[in-house]
């Protein structure tokens, strides 16, 4: 704990239009810049599901205006095989990297890590603005690689080489398309990087007085833990990056072994490790789950507490339990790789801990349901989907006891159930982590309430329609369903096809619901009720302040802390919360010993 | 709406649960001696990941229920036991379940992959490749001729580069697009990529191994059952990926040797 004054990151208010909108250097502004890049990056995501989705049901429909996208993917509008792996590959990339690490960690935590630790903004500003604007080249450059000639790459987002790293002789879009992903992940990568130094400078050097890190919210502590995460997991996957590209254009041989031959041709490789990007990629890429996940758990910890109206059972043990996931989040990355020819003493070796990761995942479970537990659960928009979250997160992790186990990986890998798995914990879990933060900061952050009947809708139709959508992968999966196949023309695959079909329909019912809250979201902005400082009578810093928060967050004066975060169901007091700047004196029943 | 939702999750949970106890869709019939330890452990797992699933939707459901927008003047209670109790639990409970999990997970996978083959067991060769799957048998004298990647040519049928000319071992090689192996007889794959990754998998068999340039595999199994199976590839391996496959057809002894005379013929 620190006395701000000492650090305060002094940037007066801006006057220009661009200083003010474009090149920012307050967190409130980057953090809505990353939110507004991520809601366009999900729409174009999903876009692109849509389509992958159309081509499984029916894949000989014609869907009007495709081949406007590409003439060669899509001749007289209807995708070839090529075209939709690489519409796969950009689906998965830009939702892993460009939605749900950017939405729950970037966006939220720049926005809201500051005022929740009671600082000005954060200590490297100028970091800050830059963080932004290279992921946002970064998606530019990832969607580039749409109007190049042979189109994006197909090699899926984990971009194994050596199909990866040979070149365009490998197939539509492995060469520049390949060049032009690297580049992209790349850059991320130095925004991720730059941004988690922000995040964790913020709050061990920035917090206010009575300020101790026992005393950060549990959204806060979730963007710390996960800005160490990226802190080293975006470190090898850059240089990893940066391997694959000089594979391409200077010559080397990082991932492509000797005497491979493609098309009658030997390539001009020799003395490279195709495993060694698996490890690389994996090392980055089982973490980069808990990237995503784990500021889901802080945001929706917070947002239940706020509506429960009482604090966790244990406020240290979800802190230590979101810990002991990311230390071991590094142990298990070897699960992707059961299959893979590495030594198979070393799948037990990754087993093990990764059927211990699921014991901090039980325990916070087990302390979000027992603090339901004789709560005062009030339900909205932003409530529903802190529980549909809840909901998820057993459905999708559950599934990951099957996935722990090399024996049972033999049927199950590359499967739909592993992508009903990840789709579930990682993709809808997440999503429903940034719902329950939209519906529950826009107020802050706009000075607008959204609509809740419109909330309440939305949450309706997503969360009936992600269980039917991903519910079936994991059947599919267990019928060793292969995944990555734009057509299932394998006798066995056959009958599944109709479960493809209800699929298909169920999702782009559910991806038709998202119009509700674009709507929503877009309205509220501008003809929402206005919000008061303190709508859902929260405790923590960013309650205490104005609606939206002034330039530098607090005004005048700097607030001064005088309890941990979430004072609620406090007898005598005239309300049932005491906010964390109140200085009267006060005795929590439900405080932790 | 909070007792609607909470209906909609305990419907959801048993609703995902029915095909499951229903077994609408299953893994394929096992066809191997080391699969009906995975398929033990298959179960087991279900098993205890289906109640552990039921359980926690169920708990969840139950609370949104009774604790949501509660009458005024009603008291913050707190769970008998506390957090210490829960930990304990996840401890005790899921400690337990996944060393179960692991002690007899390891067992199933050390039963694939740590016994060696039999010394008796049948070499195949299997060699990948955009987008096929070619075999080679070794023919009357055992032994595998060398491969020089310069003499592969598909136009040929050189598909593995093989050199009958010079090496003697290569003469009687015999190469198919088809797998035949004998019933009950254990196998010794010998797997290789040519060009990029790509995966072994017949569902059936209890058998999916990928294939890695630059490094020999192999991997060991003995089929039970007579039959014809899809060999497909599960490793992104390309535009045609979906379409890599071939056939795997276990035969008698007797129709093997036939189909092996055959196959030796056609060279």
């Known amino acids: 704990m620190h006395d701000v004054s000492a650090h305060a990151v002094h940037h007066g208010a801006p006057t220009s239009f661009i200083r003010k909108h474009v090149f920012s250097l307050d967190h409130k ?447 599919l999966g267990i019928a060793s369903n292969v995944r990555r196949y734009q057509a299932f023309t394998d006798d066995y695959l056959i009958p599944l096809i109709p479960v493809h079909k209800f699929i298909t329909v169920a999702a782009l019912c559910t991806g038709a619901a998202q119009l509700i809250f674009l709507y929503n979201l877009i309205h509220s902005r501008f003809k929402g009720a206005p919000a008061t400082d303190n709508p859902w009578e929260g405790t923590s810093l960013e309650w205490s302040t104005a609606t939206p928060p002034p330039h530098n967050n607090f005004g005048d004066t700097m607030p001064v802390v005088y309890h941990d975060p979430y004072q609620y169901g406090i007898e005598g007091a005239s309300t049932d919360f005491v906010m964390q700047t109140s200085p009267e004196q006060i005795k929590n029943p439900n405080e932790e010993k | 709406m909070a007792k609607i939702f909470a209906v909609t999750i305990i419907l959801i949970a048993i609703g995902s649960a029915i095909p499951i106890v229903m077994h609408t869709w299953d893994m394929p019939q096992d066809i191997s001696t080391h699969g009906p330890l995975i398929d033990e452990q298959y179960k087991d797992t279900m098993l205890e990941a289906g109640i552990s699933f039921l359980a926690s939707q169920i708990l969840l459901a139950f609370f949104i229920w009774k604790f949501s927008d509660p009458k005024p003047g009603t008291k913050i209670k707190s769970l008998p036991g506390g957090a210490a109790g829960l930990v304990i639990a996840a401890f005790v409970l899921v400690g337990s379940e996944v060393l179960a999990l692991g002690v007899f997970g390891a067992k199933a996978w050390a039963s694939v992959y740590f016994a060696p083959p039999a010394a008796n067991a049948m070499p195949v060769q299997i060699q990948a490749g955009q987008f096929a799957f070619y075999f080679r048998y070794p023919g009357p004298d055992g032994k595998f001729g060398p491969i020089h990647v310069d003499q592969i040519n598909e136009a040929n049928a050189n598909f593995f580069g093989i050199d009958t000319t010079h090496d003697q071992d290569s003469k009687d090689d015999i190469v198919t697009a088809e797998m035949a192996i004998p019933v009950d007889r254990e196998i010794h794959l010998l797997m290789h990529s040519k060009d990029v990754g790509h995966s072994f998998f017949v569902p059936e068999l209890r058998v999916q191994q990928d294939f890695v340039p630059g490094l020999d595999l192999s991997i060991h199994f003995t089929a039970t059952k007579i039959g014809k199976y899809e060999i497909v590839c599960t490793q992104l391996c390309g535009l045609g990926h979906y379409n890599m496959k071939a056939y795997l057809e276990v035969m008698s002894q007797e129709d093997y040797d036939n189909w092996i005379k055959q196959q030796a013929a056609l060279q």
Request: proline share 5%; hydrophobic share 55%.
């Open chain 1, 29 to 475: 502004v980057i953090g809505k810049q990353y939110y507004a890049l991520a809601l366009v990056a999900v729409f174009v995501g999903m876009f692109l599901s849509w389509l992958m989705r159309i081509h499984l049901g029916w894949g000989s429909f014609a869907i009007p205006g495709l081949h406007l996208l590409s003439k060669t993917g899509a001749p007289g509008d209807v995708m070839t095989p090529e075209y939709y792996l690489q519409l796969m590959t950009m689906h998965g990339t830009i939702m892993v990297f460009f939605v749900l690490t950017t939405a729950p960690f970037a966006a939220f935590g720049n926005f809201f890590l500051p005022i929740q630790v009671g600082a000005e903004d954060m200590p490297f500003p100028h970091f800050n603005m830059m963080s932004f604007w290279v992921t946002f080249v970064a998606f530019l450059v990832l969607v580039a690689s749409f109007f190049v000639p042979e189109g994006p790459t197909l090699g899926g987002w984990t971009q194994y080489a050596p199909l990866s790293a040979v070149g365009s002789v490998g197939g539509p879009g492995q060469g520049l398309g390949v060049v032009l992903w690297a580049a992209s992940i790349g850059i991320f990568c130095i925004g991720q990087l730059l941004g988690s130094l922000n995040f964790i400078t913020t709050t061990l050097d920035m917090r206010t007085r009575g300020m101790s890190l026992m005393r950060l919210p549990l959204s806060a502590w979730a963007w710390f833990i996960t800005s160490v995460m990226g802190l080293t997991a975006f470190a090898v996957l850059m240089p990893a990056c940066i391997l694959l590209i000089l594979d391409h254009v200077a010559g080397t041989s990082f991932f492509v072994s000797s005497n491979e031959v493609i098309n009658g041709q030997i390539l001009p490789h020799s003395g490279g490790s195709t495993l060694l990007w698996q490890h690389l990629f994996w090392f980055f890429g089982h973490p980069e789950v808990y990237i995503a996940i784990v500021p889901g758990m802080g945001i929706v910890s917070h947002v239940l507490i706020t509506n429960m109206r009482r604090p966790m059972l244990s406020h240290k043990v979800l802190i230590y339990s979101m810990g002991a996931l990311a230390v071991l989040s590094y142990m298990v990355y070897g699960h992707h790789m059961f299959v893979s020819g590495m030594n198979p003493v070393s799948s037990l070796a990754f087993s093990f801990p990764t059927l211990v990761i699921t014991i901090p995942s039980a325990i916070i479970v087990l302390i979000w349901l027992g603090s339901l537990y004789g709560s005062k659960l009030r339900i909205n928009a932003a409530s529903l989907f802190a529980l549909g979250f809840v909901s998820m997160f057993i459905s999708g992790g559950i599934s990951g006891f099957f996935l722990a186990q090399p024996s049972i990986d033999i049927m199950l890998h590359a499967t739909y159930f592993v992508v009903g798995h990840f789709h579930l914990v990682m993709g809808v879990a997440a999503m429903f982590g940034i719902f329950a933060g939209t519906y529950f900061w826009f107020p802050k952050m706009t000075g607008r309430m959204m609509s809740e009947p419109l909330g309440k809708l939305h949450f309706w139709l997503t969360f009936v329609g992600a269980y039917c959508i991903f519910m079936p992968f994991h059947y």
